[in-house]
């Protein structure tokens, strides 16, 4: 059968490619078109755009790239269309997906599958009825979503477990290097704290939130920041924030950082949860624009408690979420220092992600995820259609 899969940034670029191992081993002669990322090159398949082409984010940077942004999505409707493929899967990215959705839905008989549900639980609910609308089936990574979609919006879905618990349980199972050589490898004391800086894969993310990091790393001199390089953005745009001095980093070795570091500060996303299931200590953080405008929004508008996924899936405060109003280097610095090795907070966020790992399970969600979406487009009952 044909795939078409979008993805949006890193983290569905993962996602993604681990799927699209687990449909090949189901479905032999799959067949793959995306718009997607080197992970997803790497397993086979017809790359139209590479994601970094469509990650833009923020009002005014959405704005100032609308007409690529349009351009993309045209390509990409009248790509689909060509090619017929026998099911499109989108992976999260909802502000552009949801636009495929409903095009598809209302332009042709492909199914449309969800992969990683677009987090309307968190604000902008009323995509509920799109959802319904144009998404025939949808799989979700998160244990709240069921009753959520299911209990309060009578929505069906599938719940397959979280891949990212898997795709760091595989990473762990298969690495060997000690923190030693990882260090002589990248350069660094091993004696001295290792503190992984995550800032986003996004070059706004980056721009906003990579300074305050670095600020606030600067007040800790034994230890030594370690900056994880997103795919997709050059060495040379991470050059413009080390003020002429010498910023180590990693680059497609995220996993490799965190399996050696001692603390993180992190931009919220897919990295809170991954810094968590390596056991590795953190501070959230995300700058705004407005920031108490936007703090005032979050509490108006947000529905939810948390911004962070470990918080979430915790229903408690495990990690600090320092965001908006609460964004700032000394209160970045204030929290680092508490998880720091001997810090009074460290063994208590410990303990909260130990919960975190037992609510999410230990299924395999790509493995899960392939086979229903293979027997639903194999079998006589065929995808739901509204």
Request: proline residues 5%; glycine residues 6%.
């Amino acid at each position: 059968m044909k795939y078409y899969l979008i993805v949006g940034e890193a983290s569905g670029d993962l996602h993604a490619s681990r799927l699209m191992r687990a449909l090949r081993e189901k479905d032999t002669h799959a067949e793959f078109r995306f718009f997607g990322g080197d992970l997803m090159s790497a397993v086979g398949g017809t790359r139209v755009k590479h994601y970094s082409e469509l990650a833009y984010m923020g009002f005014v940077p959405v704005i100032t790239h609308l007409h690529v942004i349009m351009r993309n999505m045209s390509l990409c409707k009248r790509d689909i269309v060509e090619w017929s493929p026998d099911v499109v899967i989108l992976v999260d990215y909802p502000g552009f997906n949801l636009s495929i959705a409903r095009y598809v839905h209302a332009s042709t008989d492909i199914p449309v599958f969800y992969y990683i549900s677009p987090k309307i639980w968190a604000w902008k609910e009323w995509r509920i009825k799109d959802i319904k609308r144009d998404v025939d089936e949808l799989f979700s990574i998160l244990p709240f979503e069921i009753p959520f979609f299911e209990d309060k919006h009578g929505y069906p879905i599938h719940y397959v477990g979280n891949p990212t618990a898997g795709e760091v349980g595989a990473f762990l199972d298969g690495y060997k290097e000690t923190k030693a050589d990882f260090c002589r490898r990248v350069g660094l004391d091993s004696s001295k704290p290792v503190v992984a800086l995550l800032p986003g894969s996004r070059r706004q993310e980056i721009k906003d939130n990579l300074p305050s990091m670095l600020q606030a790393l600067a007040q800790f001199p034994d230890c030594q920041p370690v900056l994880a390089c997103s795919p997709g953005i050059p060495s040379s745009y991470y050059d413009t924030f080390a003020a002429g001095g010498t910023l180590h980093s990693v680059r497609d070795e995220t996993y490799a950082l965190l399996a050696n570091a001692d603390a993180a500060v992190v931009t919220s996303g897919t990295a809170t949860l991954e810094t968590a299931l390596f056991g590795v200590p953190q501070v959230v953080c995300y700058k705004t624009p407005l920031p108490q405008l936007i703090s005032w929004l979050r509490r108006k508008l947000i529905h939810v408690r948390y911004i962070s996924l470990v918080n979430l899936i915790a229903d408690a405060d495990v990690v600090p979420e320092l965001v908006a109003d609460t964004f700032s280097t000394g209160n970045i610095a204030r929290e680092l220092s508490l998880v720091l090795p001997g810090g009074e907070g460290r063994q208590r966020m410990l303990d909260g992600y130990a919960e975190v790992r037992r609510r999410l399970g230990s299924d395999d969600a790509s493995q899960n995820a392939a086979a229903e979406m293979y027997r639903l487009l194999t079998s006589d009952r065929r995808c739901r259609r509204g």
